[in-house]
T-cell receptor
């Protein structure tokens, strides 16, 4: 079955620390992969996407993600987290339809 | 670019009434629009997919007679919750994509509360 998994339901990091949010997908071919961020009570904002080519993609707000075919992963990273990054993060991909992960809630402590 | 708006941002209605939510793509032509429902602290659940000028395709378990979707133009889709009940209270989010594009751009969501 096609699916996308975000193993971490909640992550807490200190401001200025590095961040990695995990995402694994299950799909026969190489899917189109996305990371979205959702602030409380808001819609989703696209952070970055991977379709093909360079496996390390840069996004907005200093985020990047790396596609690793061998691990079926598309982890999101940021070298130094800001308090404003506290939000819910969703990994998604398109196979024959759009699949969302269950989300990872990020808390940033001063 | 790729801005999607929703109106209203929040609505409170009485049980039994109908509520219409609008989703607009402001700076691109949205050949496909999607409607999602999100419960507190959960992921998005796709309700239906609509292509401009065609009938919407509903996901399994979604009542098409209760959640009426119209996509009459390349910039506007509407979701009407008919005879709303308290269990319909939720956060409804639309998204839109242009023809041939995989990326979905999301609206800010509409918070519906049915009393």
């Amino acid at each position: 079955a096609q699916s996308v998994t975000q193993p971490d339901i909640h992550i807490t990091v200190s401001e200025g620390a590095s961040l990695e949010l995990r995402c694994n997908y299950s799909y026969g071919a190489t899917p189109y992969l996305f990371w979205y961020v959702q602030s409380p009570g808001q819609g989703l904002q696209l952070l970055l996407k991977y379709f093909s080519g360079d496996t390390l993609v840069q996004g907005i707000k200093g985020f990047e993600a790396e596609f690793k075919r061998s691990q079926s992963s598309f982890n999101l990273r940021k070298p130094s987290v800001h308090w404003s990054d506290a939000a819910e993060y969703f990994c998604a991909y398109t196979g024959n339809q759009f699949y969302f992960g269950t989300g990872t809630s990020l808390t940033v402590i001063p | 670019g790729a801005v999607v708006s929703q109106h209203p941002s929040r609505v409170i209605c009485k049980s039994g009434t109908s509520v219409k939510i609008e989703c607009r793509s402001l700076d691109f032509q949205a050949t496909t629009m999607f409607w999602y429902r999100q419960f507190p602290k959960q992921s998005l659940m796709l309700m239906a997919t609509s292509n401009e000028g065609s009938k919407a395709t509903y996901e399994q378990g979604v009542e098409k007679d209760k959640f009426l979707i119209n996509h009459a133009s390349l910039t506007l889709s509407t979701l009407t919750v008919t005879s709303a009940h308290p269990e319909d209270s939720s956060f409804y989010i639309c998204s839109a994509s242009a023809q041939g594009q995989e990326t979905q751009y999301f609206g800010p969501g509409t918070r519906l509360l049915v009393l």
